[in-house]
């Protein structure tokens, strides 16, 4: 069946440094997404990605489909204490029912 | 203010009892999804439904029920026949003009006694 594969599974590091995180499949999607999610809520979404070689920015975070459609990737650039979280890709492979499909997550860990 | 609400936020029940969870939105989405999240792993698709009267299995259905009668809800029923029913449970809605992009609601954790 259709995989995302997400790494690192965690990180710790130190507050104002750079993150980057991301996923690859096996599979080729025509949509993906990053959302991040704090303790016990629901995710929020945080970049779209619809076309391949796509390059979106939402404030300190950045995302890139790409080319191949296999893959996507999330940096957080001067990260902050509030960046803390679990950060999931999902890849969309059924436009017709919007199925997505989800990574594992990498945890985020920020040290002021 | 528009968005998607799930209540209760905490659940428990004892083993062998049948519970629903609620699931409403206000944003005039079409397709509506119920996924469960266990510790340290991501979302697994339960059920989902594109329109009213109509919704079909993800991949892990067993032991779950939903009904869609009205657009704005989608319940979720754990019965007692899912085996291992302790987890958080995320709802989420879209617009079927961009699928993709789905909008989750806070989550209930169900625990089972």
């Known amino acids: 069946g259709q995989q995302l594969n997400q790494s690192p599974q965690s990180m710790f590091i130190q507050e104002g440094e750079d993150v980057s995180m991301n996923c690859t499949s096996s599979?080729?999607?025509?949509?993906w997404l990053w959302y991040k999610q704090d303790p016990g809520e629901g995710p929020v979404l945080l970049i779209a990605?619809?076309?391949?070689?796509e390059l979106t920015s939402n404030g300190r975070l950045t995302a890139q489909f790409g080319i191949t459609r296999k893959d996507s990737f999330l940096n957080i650039s001067a990260s902050i204490p509030s960046d803390v979280g679990i950060y999931f890709c999902?890849?969309?492979?059924?436009?017709?029912?919007?199925?997505?499909?989800f990574g594992q997550g990498t945890t985020l860990q920020v040290k002021p | 203010d528009g968005g998607i609400t799930q209540s209760p936020k905490y659940l428990f029940r004892k083993e062998g009892q049948n519970v629903t969870l609620s699931c409403e939105q206000n944003?005039?989405?079409?397709?509506m999804y119920w996924y469960r999240q266990d510790p340290g792993q991501g979302l697994r698709l339960i059920y989902y439904?594109?329109?009213?009267?109509?919704?079909q299995k993800g991949d892990i259905a067993e032991g779950y029920s939903v009904s869609r009668e009205k657009k704005e809800s989608f319940p979720l029923t754990v019965t007692s026949a899912q085996k291992n029913p302790t987890a958080f449970y995320l709802c989420?809605?879209?617009?079927?003009?961009?699928?993709?992009?789905?909008?989750f609601g806070p989550g209930t954790r169900l625990t089972v006694l």
């Open positions: 989420a809605s879209s617009s079927m003009s961009t699928s993709s992009t789905q909008y």
């Open positions: 599979s080729i999607f025509n949509t």
């Open positions: 990605l619809y076309k391949a070689g």
């Open positions: 999902a890849g969309l492979y059924s436009s017709n029912t919007g199925k997505l499909i």
């Open positions: 944003l005039n989405h079409d397709a």
């Open positions: 439904s594109q329109i009213v009267n109509d919704f």
